[in-house]
């Protein structure tokens, strides 16, 4: 079965914290995501990445950064936690036309 | 920017009903990839269905089937027989350049026993 792991499903961390989003995938696929999912506003694109060290920005790069140092591991950095950053944080790997989600982080900064 | 549009945040329909949900979308190609994204209150995105912009034949998955224009930039999922199991939030959403997809605001569909 295809997996996508999110490192938490929830997360309560305080204002300035430098903050960690985890994400693997177990399908040896090039292409992963990060996305921000907020009422009325859907999944907005954070970043994606096509390869190892590769990365580009999405439409909300803003206060973000990632890493992926190895095919199966994309991470999230908040480098400065801000309460505007409280979301649901969705990662994605995709092969052929198809994406396949993470379960999901509820982050909450404080 | 926002390329695909869902201009119903919510719906509700009778179980074993039939009911439709709206998406549209901005695209200067001529071929890409559009599809519709279930998410259940578990959180977990399931693909429901996918079009691809080349194919005229509107996709079909058991209850499940789509209403594709492409030059009116239409997709509309419409759902047969709902069941309670069918209620939750549902994404349209659009390949973009190199496999970036791309999502609307999404629908809550609600299902009445």
């Known amino acids: 079965d295809v997996k996508v792991t999110q490192s938490s499903r929830y997360l309560v961390k305080r204002t300035g914290e430098k903050v960690f989003l985890e994400c693997v995938q177990d399908m040896d696929h090039e292409n992963m995501f990060w996305y921000r999912q907020d009422p009325g506003l859907g999944l907005r694109l954070i970043y994606f990445?096509?390869?190892?060290?590769?990365?580009e920005k999405g439409d909300i790069p803003e206060g973000y950064s990632v890493s992926r140092e190895k095919k199966e591991r994309f991470s999230l950095i908040l480098e400065s936690a801000s309460t505007n950053q409280t979301s649901m944080y969705l990662c994605?790997?995709?092969?052929?036309?198809?994406?396949?989600f993470g379960q999901g982080t509820r982050l909450t900064v404080v | 920017a926002q390329t695909v549009t869902q201009s119903q945040p919510e719906m509700s329909v009778q179980e074993a009903e039939t009911v439709t949900l709206s998406c549209t979308y901005d695209?200067?190609?001529?071929?890409?990839?559009l599809f519709w994204y279930k998410q259940p209150p578990s959180r977990q995105m399931i693909l429901v269905i996918r079009?691809?912009?080349?194919?005229?034949q509107n996709a079909t998955e058991n209850r499940f089937s789509v209403n594709f224009q492409k030059a009116a930039k239409s997709f509309s999922l419409k759902i047969s027989d709902s069941q309670l199991g069918d209620a939750a939030m549902y994404f349209c959403a659009r390949i973009q350049g190199a496999q970036k997809l791309v999502f609307g605001q999404g629908t809550r569909l609600t299902i009445n026993p």
């Open positions: 994605a790997s995709s092969l052929q036309y198809e994406a396949f």
């Open positions: 695209t200067s190609e001529s071929d890409y990839y």
């Open positions: 990445s096509y390869d190892v060290k590769m990365k």
């Open positions: 079009q691809e912009a080349y194919k005229q």
